[in-house]
C-alpha cells in the first residue's frame, strides 16, 4: 500500500477492517492489508460492515498530521468476516487455527522479511557464479544418516540433496545452490521439523576459506535485514568446544567453562555476571566453592547435564522466563573445525563423502585409529544450536570405495562410485537452516513460528 507521490488524487484500494472508530457525523475506519495501515475517513455516511469485513475503498488521498488519509467516496464489502479477535488461542492450537496466528501483523512482516531474505541470498550467490538448479524430492533409498519416509516400494523422499549435487559437480557445473525440501523422520523438537528446507551450496575448485566466507556473507545479509550489526565471528576446533566448553554446540553468552580432570571428575567455573543466587545439592557436587563474581564446582560426570541445563535457566533466564540483558541480543556465530571423522567404529560424525585426513592410510589402520581421525567437515553454530554444516568430499573413488567398506556400504553406491571415475573435481559444499538462523537470531521459542504450515503429526 504505497501512498507517496499520489496527494489529492483518487485512488482504489482494498484491504481488511482493523478498527472502527464512530463519532455519529464522522466515522474513522483503520483498513490494513500485508504491509500496512491506512486511516479511512467516512464523512455523514451509514456504514454496513463490521471488523474483519474484506472491503473495497474509492476515495481521495490527503495529508494529515503528516500521514496519508484517505476521504471516502464510495464502499463496496467484497466479504464479511466473524470476529475472530476475541478468539483467545493457546500454543498448542496455534497450529490447528493457523490463519489467526498468520493474519497478525508482526507475522505477516516476518514472512515478507523471509521471503526478501530469499531474494537476497540469490541475488548474491548468482552474482558470484552460482547457478540454481533443483533436484528430486522423490528418491531411492539411500544410506546418509538420517530416517527416511517411505512413499512406496523403493521410493523415499529425499532427506538432502547430497549425491545429486555431488554429480552436478563431476557434470561440471562447478557451483551450484538451490532451497532444496529436505524430509527426515525424526521426532519433532523446538528446532527441528519433518518437512524443511535447507540452503543448499555446492562448488568446485574452491577451498575451505572460500566457502567460510561465503557463508558469513549469508549470514550477514540475514543479520543486515533486521539491522543487527553487532555480532562476533570465531573459529574454534571441536576438541577446545569439548574440553572448555563441555558441548560441540558451544553457546558463549552462558560463561559457562569446565574441564576434565579425570574419566569421572570434571572442574566448572561459571562467571555469573547476573549475580543470581545458585543453589546446588553440596551432596552432588565434590567440592562447593563461591566468591563475588564466579562459583567453582567438581562434580561427577553423571550429573553434569542436569547441572548446567539448571545453571544455563538460573543465568541465562529470569524468573519469568525471559532472557536477561546481558545475553539479549548477542549474537556469537562459531565456525567449528577440525571434527571427528567417526562417532563409532562404523558410523560418521557427518556423512560418508566427507574427505578425512590419513584416508590414503589402510583400512586397518583406519580401524584401529578410528577415535584420533580428524574430517575435513566445519558446522557453524549460532548461540548454542547449529545452523549450517558441510565438507570437503571424497573425489578419488579408491579412496570412496576404502570409507564405504569401513562402512560396510559400498553395495548402495555401486553408480556413484561409477561417476567418481569420470573426471571429478576437488569439491566442497554447505547446507544452512534458514528457518533455525531466524529463530536464534530473533529469539523465538520455536522452528515453527519460522513456517507458515508446520506439521505436528
Sequence with gaps: MKLKNKKNKTINICGWVDSIRNFGKIIFVSLRNRDTKIQIVIEKKKINFKKNYCINVKGNIIKHNNKSEIICKKINVLNKSINFNSIKISEKEKIKNRIFYLKKMSVKKFFVNKSLIYFYIRKYLIKNNFIEIETPILTKKTREGAKLFKVKKNIYLSQSPQLFKQILMISEYERYFQFAKCFRNENCRNDRQYEFTQLDIEAS?????????????????????????????????????????????????NQIHWKKINKKIFYLNIKNKIKR????????????????????????????????????????????GKKNDVYKNIINIIFVTKIPMF??????????????????????????????????????????????????????????????????????????????????PPHLGIAFGIDRILQKILSLKSIRDCIPFPRIF
Aim: aromatic fraction near 16%.
Design 205 to 253: 575448485f574452491l577451498k575451505k576459506k572460500d566457502i567460510f566466507k561465503i557463508s558469513s556473507s549469508i549470514i550477514k545479509i540475514i543479520l543486515r535485514l533486521y539491522k543487527i550489526n553487532k555480532f562476533n565471528i570465531y573459529y574454534i576446533k571441536y576438541k577446545k568446544c569439548i574440553i572448555k566448553y563441555g558441548t560441540e554446540k558451544p553457546d558463549l553468552r
Design 277 to 320: 543466587k545458585i543453589k546446588i545439592n553440596k551432596k552432588k557436587a565434590l567440592i562447593y566453592l563461591k566468591n563475588k563474581k564466579e562459583i567453582y564446582l567438581i562434580f561427577k560426570k553423571k550429573i553434569y547435564p542436569k547441572i548446567l541445563e539448571y545453571l544455563i535457566k538460573k543465568i541465562c533466564y529470569s524468573k519469568e
Design 343 to 424: 562417532k563409532k567404529k562404523k558410523k560418521c560424525f557427518h556423512h560418508p563423502f566427507t574427505y578425512f585426513k590419513k584416508i590414503n592410510k589402510s583400512i586397518k589402520y583406519i580401524k584401529k585409529n578410528f577415535k584420533e581421525i580428524k574430517s575435513e567437515s566445519y558446522d557453524i553454530i549460532i548461540n548454542g544450536t547449529e545452523i549450517a554444516g558441510g565438507s570437503i568430499r571424497i573425489d578419488n573413488f579408491k579412496e570412496q570405495i576404502k570409507l564405504l567398506k569401513i562402512l560396510k556400504i559400498e553395495k548402495y553406491f555401486k553408480k556413484f562410485i561409477f561417476f567418481l571415475k569420470c573426471g571429478t
